[in-house]
């Protein structure tokens, strides 16, 4: 089977994690592969069943919807099946399309884009899934809010995140923990982050602490007049922003802190308390339904959405564990992941079999 993949997300966060996860083990397979990839995409490995096609068009634009390079697609209508890691489908495919459909929180919380942009995330998301021939999605919580949302009667394959292979190697010598709380996430206000800051204001009251959060300062920019008055003067609260940083320096601050804070509102999965786990790290979460649902059965400590005063309790909970907390086996892996989404195209393969006109 020749599988057509769409990189041009590879390198970026969120959804470009998810296909640098899959994306080695893929390669590894029996199958033969296109992959459509931005100028600057690179690949360690190399081999005969391999063909990169470069594209300069940026995924969801108006020349990706209606027209997409007619060159491009016809090297994609070669093959197989069509495989993208969001739900972006270029103009002109005209063979089996597999989408990944991670959440639709544009829908659920439609203050985050306004009107427009909620409407426009609507009709992507909404003609993806009518166009597709498959459909996956990271948890059983996102496949219950693209079925009530988007009215989808296909089949939704669950096939969850895993950890970054950088993450994967234990290191020899155990880390000594300082006094830090570890927040990666950004300033949207389904990520939670006012109630771990309000939280944080209670707890530094008793304990000497320090909250670092893995982003820019200058990206956390708000109209939210509370949480700007809460950020105002963080040097002087012990709040630390990282700015940019490597896998080297993450993996280091992950297995330095002494926990983990994830106080989202809402989540399509949610990687970095698994990161965390396999680092090492306590993790303390809102007891949304996803996490529930992702984390229910490792060993994290639970507070309530929203309750700043629970979030402070089970901050205190977690502080002295620290120190004796072992690195944890999850039971999510890119590579059974990558396994999975295989299976499922091979199958839809042999189920369709069809083969695509090459003069398309």
């Known amino acids: 089977m020749k599988i057509a993949i769409d990189c041009r997300m590879s390198g970026k966060s969120g959804i470009g994690t998810f296909l640098d996860g899959v994306l080695p083990y893929m390669l ?8 459509i990839a931005a100028e600057n995409f690179s690949l360690s490995q190399e081999s005969e069943r391999l063909q990169i096609v470069r594209c300069t068009i940026r995924p969801f634009s108006m020349h990706d919807m209606l027209t997409f390079p007619h060159s491009i697609a016809k090297e994609i209508n070669r093959c197989d099946v069509y495989f993208t890691p969001y739900c972006n ?11 990944t459909i991670h959440d639709i929180v544009f829908l659920d919380i439609p203050e985050l884009a306004g009107k427009l942009g909620t409407l ?3 009709i992507c998301y909404k003609y993806a899934v009518i166009r597709s021939n498959m459909i996956f999605t990271v948890s059983h919580f996102s496949a219950e809010r693209i079925r009530a949302k988007l009215g989808c009667k296909k089949p939704l394959h669950i096939v969850h995140n895993g950890i970054p292979a950088y993450l994967t190697e234990k290191p020899a010598v155990p880390m000594q923990k300082q006094d830090k709380i570890l927040f990666i996430g950004n300033i949207k206000k389904h990520k939670g982050l006012q109630t771990l800051l309000k939280a944080f204001t209670y707890f530094r009251k008793t304990t000497a602490a320090q909250l670092v959060i893995v982003g820019n300062a200058e990206n956390f920019r708000t109209a939210d007049d509370e949480m700007t008055k809460l950020l ?24 330095q802190a002494r926990m983990l804070v994830q106080p989202s509102r809402y989540e399509g999965f949610g990687i970095p308390p698994l990161e965390a786990l396999v680092c090492g790290t306590p993790v303390v979460l809102s007891d949304i339904p996803v996490f529930k649902e992702i ?12 309750d700043e005063a629970d979030l402070t309790e089970k901050i205190k909970e977690a502080w002295p564990t ?18 999975q989404i295989l299976k499922i195209l091979s ?8 083969s695509v006109d090459p003069t398309l």
Not at 295 to 306: I, M, T
């Open 28 to 35: 590894q397979s029996k199958h033969t592969f296109l992959l």
């Open 89 to 99: 489908i270029p103009s002109g495919i005209r063979i089996p399309i597999a989408t």
């Open 120 to 122: 426009a995330r609507y």
């Open 232 to 255: 105002s003067n963080a040097e002087t609260k012990d709040i630390v922003f990282t700015g940019y940083i490597s896998d080297a320096d993450l993996h280091l601050l992950l297995r």
């Open 295 to 306: 984390y229910g059965s490792l060993p994290v400590h639970f507070f309530k959405c929203d």
């Open 322 to 339: 620290a120190d004796t907390f072992s690195p944890v086996d999850v039971p999510y892996s890119y590579e059974r992941t990558a396994q």
């Open 347 to 354: 199958e839809q393969h042999i189920t369709d079999g069809s």
